[in-house]
């Protein structure tokens, strides 16, 4: 797929932004720019969208390259040296020129359906800018990147041979019983290993970020979060009324099915290691045999659903934008980054084999049909949407590749494969619930222990959580937040799942209805970028941005019926 389109206008052709030296001239031109008219302004806020792109792929090339190899001392110093001595420097002119795109909008009229959106955003970000602050957020990435090097660092010795978690993992899902358990206990032994280093990273990055709060004027991160993330379009409260929503009308359906898993299992107590296995003690799905095997059979989904969607894909793997296999040294989970000059999606994730990788490819690949679908979008700032509809695409994605799984399966294995996503729906809800009420309650209440909040963890867990049982493993219990890495790296951004979800169910529904149909929305809604409200995007989908009981409650009776449909 070719660039040539977006070849550079304002920043000088193959110059590399990699030190401040080489990226102040451009500021200084921005700075300095007398801008009078409505088409200087258009050239002035194109040539700061150019420049941010060139800049923003420097830094997002540099923290790819480290993630997918976190043992790598170059990597780790080139990814920190640009922490540490651009992004700090970048930050304050990013906010002189957001200063001065307010002072000439006061005076320079544009389309108010065009820059309403931009307009609040920086007005946003001007309000909320602090010099002291850039410190902060330097140090705060620092100690992200060193959760990353403990986790990525994570392995175990099983049957003679030195795995990763997500290796040694695919072994949850073995018929046998004590299999799993011992697997369970060497990934939660080595989990404990750094359980304490990892609540000291958690404890510094706290302390920052409640820094950063008071020193905006905000009493806590969670009101200053919500600034950040410029959540316009819901509140906090809203928010506790999703917590309250699921409660009511997924936890018991979640346990319900948990019930059920003892029963089909056989087991008096269902326990920690008992969740992934196959209930009627069936072998588990093996999907492909290597990420070849897997970006083929994903390839074969997405021609069925639309041919541009599948060219995109099959671009991307055949220039070298996938990085799919779990190894040694390599982050944990799974992204896709966007390279913003290019324009280009680059998806990472940890493949070992199981049916969840099939669901993060297809995933991960909605993000990345988003970053396609947007590209075209003159202002960097209108090509990501926020993050509450990017998960839309992704999730959707999910959703439509739900009713094509015979690529990878047939028969008995089909249904099981079903049954699982739709499990997985029903328990990411509550885990979604929990792991935002447990960041709304951390971050109002700043002066809290570290015993208080493990007191904390486990009350949601009773709230939300399923019926297995822990016994002998308390102590993993209470810690077994750490290892969601959201609430390290990206703090709040979690809430984003939910709402996305309960988007990704009605677009799942409306395609049954009428797939084409729901295709062509969901294309010409990723298309908009981050250029409309977030109301707008859902609506423009064919969905509602509503996550009440209301709307919660029908999408899980149609979950149910589902389930029952799919008997094994």
């Known amino acids: 797929m070719s660039n040539a389109e977006y070849k550079r206008q304002y920043v000088k052709p193959g110059q590399t932004l990699s030190e401040w030296e080489s990226i102040e001239p451009y500021c200084a031109h921005l700075r300095s720019a007398n801008v009078q008219t409505p088409p200087q302004l258009n050239e002035w806020l194109l040539d700061w969208s150019e420049l941010s792109a060139c800049v923003d792929e420097e830094g997002t090339d540099r923290y790819v390259k480290m993630t997918c190899q976190t043992d790598s001392e170059e990597r780790k110093k080139a990814f920190l040296d640009f922490v540490e001595n651009v992004e700090p420097k970048c930050k304050p002119v990013w906010h002189e020129l957001n200063r001065k795109y307010v002072e000439m ?28 602050n ?72 706290f302390a920052l970020r409640h820094r950063i709060a008071l020193n905006t004027d905000n009493s806590d991160f969670l009101g200053y979060v919500f600034e950040a993330k410029e959540r316009f379009d819901y509140s906090a409260a809203d928010c506790v009324a999703f917590h309250e929503a699921v409660e009511k009308a997924c936890v018991p359906l ?69 990085d799919l296999e779990s190894r040694k040294g390599k982050a944990p989970g799974g992204y896709q980054s966007t390279y913003h000059e290019q324009r280009r999606p680059f998806i990472f994730m940890n493949a070992v084999g199981l049916q969840r990788d099939v669901r993060t490819l297809i995933h991960e690949a909605g993000h990345a049909f988003h970053a396609f679908a947007s590209r075209d979008e003159p202002l960097i700032h209108y090509r990501s949407a926020p ?29 099981r494969a079903k049954r699982q996503q739709l499990e997985g729906i029903v328990s990411l809800f509550p885990w979604v619930a929990t792991i935002d009420a447990f960041q709304h309650w951390m971050y109002t209440h700043p002066e809290h222990t570290r015993e208080e909040r493990r007191a904390t963890w486990l009350s949601l867990l009773e709230r939300f959580g399923g019926i297995e049982d822990w016994s002998g493993f308390e102590e ?39 797939l084409p149909g729901t295709l062509r929305l969901y294309r010409e809604a990723m298309a908009l970028g981050g250029s409309r409200p977030l109301p707008d995007l859902f609506e423009a989908a064919g969905i509602r941005f509503d996550f009440s009981t209301e709307t919660l409650a029908p999408l899980m009776e149609a979950v149910q019926a589902e389930l029952a449909t799919l008997a094994e």
């Open 476 to 514: 993993a219990r209470g810690r077994s937040w750490q290892r969601q890495l959201h609430l390290f790296e990206v703090p709040f951004y979690y809430i984003e799942y939910g709402i996305a979800q309960l988007g990704a169910l009605q677009l799942w529904l409306n395609a049954k209805k009428d």
């Open 387 to 415: 993050m509450e509809f990017s998960e839309v695409a992704s999730m959707g994605m999910e959703m439509f590749a739900y009713e094509y799984f015979d690529e990878f399966y047939s028969g008995e294995e089909l249904v």
């Open 105 to 132: 909008r006061g005076r320079v009229s544009l389309p108010a359906e065009r820059f309403d959106v931009f307009d609040r955003s920086v007005k946003s970000k001007v309000g909320l800018f602090r010099d002291e």
């Open 134 to 205: 850039v410190k902060l957020q330097v140090e705060e990435s620092k100690l992200e990147q060193q959760y990353q090097e403990v986790t990525g660092a994570m392995t175990v010795t099983h049957e003679g041979t030195e795995q990763t978690l997500q290796q040694v993992s695919t072994h949850l899902e073995k018929t046998d019983r004590a299999v799993r358990e011992e697997v369970w206990g060497l990934v939660t032994t080595r989990r404990l290993t750094d359980a304490d280093r990892l609540e000291k990273i958690f404890d510094d990055l």
């Open 254 to 322: 979640m346990r319900a099915e948990q019930e059920r898993r003892k029963e089909l299992l056989g087991v008096e107590r269902l326990r920690p290691w008992d969740l992934a296995v196959d209930p009627k003690g069936r072998s588990p799905l093996t999907p492909f045999g290597d990420p070849k095997e897997l970006v083929e059979k994903c390839g074969r989904i997405f021609d069925r659903l639309d041919a541009d969607l599948a060219e995109q894909f099959r671009d991307m793997a055949n220039d070298g934008w996938l």
